[in-house]
């Protein structure tokens, strides 16, 4: 066997991987963070559950972090009494970045994750399976319910080799893009394997598994070996530690090979982390600002060598140089250790150890910005400017470009490679609830401030739908376009708020439009073309058009985290059974679903009626999905 046929045999509680196309998985460990988690917790009180069943479930705070207004605040509060109550750890606010720590303080070998942000996979690091959901799929697996994945298909990259100096694992990850793009990986889980594992520490692995999920495949995962042990002890949870090898004749679905000793310094230009080109040839290209950190490049080892880069040195004047760390721990060692003082002569911005820049919550560039950054998305507009030109680099890369104020390639002088530490300095202190973790405090009352609104429930799906395409709009549609997040952010919690701002950056009169459709009785569809909702487990962009009265989308594909969003909340996720009639549909069409319901309820194919002639559509849906779209997503099948 191979390691995810290891770690998924273990967790197995439905289906069977020789025939069936859904598995239901044990859940072990939940994360969530504050801009998925108040949704995920609201969700889960509604299930009156009265504790978590996992073994360890951890809440967040690392997102929204700013707090300009109330908002913010008031969803701490509620989150960190909903954790009180539930048996939850609450990792507070300023602690770090909930990826980060999750690997630093709880992931563990063998185990599943289940996580309400697209980069859970970030454990596949550690050897966890760890997969990225919506809320409400974490709420359940809480609950203790099974969690359902497509049966994988599983691709080994082997890596041979070594990483040449000014190389590392943010070019493996963005050389391995460069092969499979962003798009066709649904239900693929990337294993890597070979004699090159062994060079690479456990943070590096996380960058690798953590940026896997721009290939929108389930996860990534790496062996759980000698190296893991290493981290694992030198964290003082050497007891966590297991083994888990793939054996000697395990096979895969699918084999790539990465030789570590070729690979170049990569960078994913605007506007898709797919977008891959070398840095060699976009050298002395000029740079506006450089941002280092995000859950992908945040360890100590990342800002440890960028350091190691600046020491000494001072970054160009007309460069703007942010730096935020991933946990208390890695900004402890850096302090020990000097960088950080290193890092302040060479002036650097030091940043909150948060999402921040990563997620537009601010380091907004300036118009027509050329930003280099080591997070993993680059979708336009992300950065909160329109016109900024995003590139995704590795930390040598982004540091060696600091000095000059252009693109420059960090092979030219690459520093030392940053040891693996012996030790972490540990204080756990800004995680509460510890000692109550999967019992919980009888008692606690929940905090409700005004920012929390409850949860809207779907109806049952109707047997016809008179409707209107709402929105038609192309390829690779990000749920930062669906759900902007940013200055948006804040709303989270606040479903009637939050919905005004749908489709915002395509078409701000969407709301509105689909406000009026609703109250004439009239059901709202989203057509698209290929890889719909990429890039965020944001349920939101499913649950706000679900408030907005969109039924179904009709697109050419529609990515895996979105689908299962989208069923969750009872709009049906059509395709077409020929690609070519996207082009039949106009915005603003009159059109009828006829026998929807029976669709859904048989065997899922639809045809429709527009004015340049009938559409055929199709949703290929397991027994279970069905049942979840009938009742009007997962909240109202549960009673
Ligand atoms: C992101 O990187 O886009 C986010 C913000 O972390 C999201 C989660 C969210 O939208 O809250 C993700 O990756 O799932
Ligand atoms: Fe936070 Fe960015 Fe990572 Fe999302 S990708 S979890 S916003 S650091």
Redesign the pocket.
Known sequence: MNVVEKILKAHLVEGNPEKDPELGIHIDQTLT?D?TGTMAYLQFESMGVPRVKTDVSVSYV??NTVQIGFENADDHDFLQSVAKKYGIVYSKCGNG???QLHLERFGKPGTTLLGS???TPTGGGIGQIAIGAGGIDIAVAMAGGAFHIPTPKVRAIVLKGRLRKGVSAKDVILAVLAKYGTKGNVGWIFEYTGPGVATLDVPSRATIT?MG?ELGVTTSVFPSDGVTRQFLEAQGRGGDFVEILPDADATYDDTFTVDLGKVEPLMAAPHSPGNIVTVASMKGTRVNQIMI????N?SYRDIRTVALYLEGRHVADDVEVGIACGSRQVINMLAKDGSLAILHAAGCRMLEN???F??G?HMSPRTGAISLRT???NFEGRSGTKSAQVYLVSPETAAASALTGFVELPTDNPVADVPAPEKFPVDDSMFLYRDTAGKGVEGTEIVRGPNIAPVPKGVPLAADLPAVVAIKVGDKITTDHIMP?GARLKFRSNIPQYAKFVFEPCDPGFHDNCMANKEKGLANVIVAGESYGQG?SREHAALCPMYLGVKAVFAKSIERIHRANLINFGIVPFTFENPDDYGKFEQGDAIELKGVRAAVEGDGRLVVSTKSGDVALKTSLSARERHVLLCGGLLASLG
């Open positions: 963070q801009a690392d997102h970045i909930c990826h942000d697209s980069h953590n999920a950190g995000s859950c992908t945040s948060a999402c921040g990563c997620i919550a997070n993993n998305r997040a965020s």
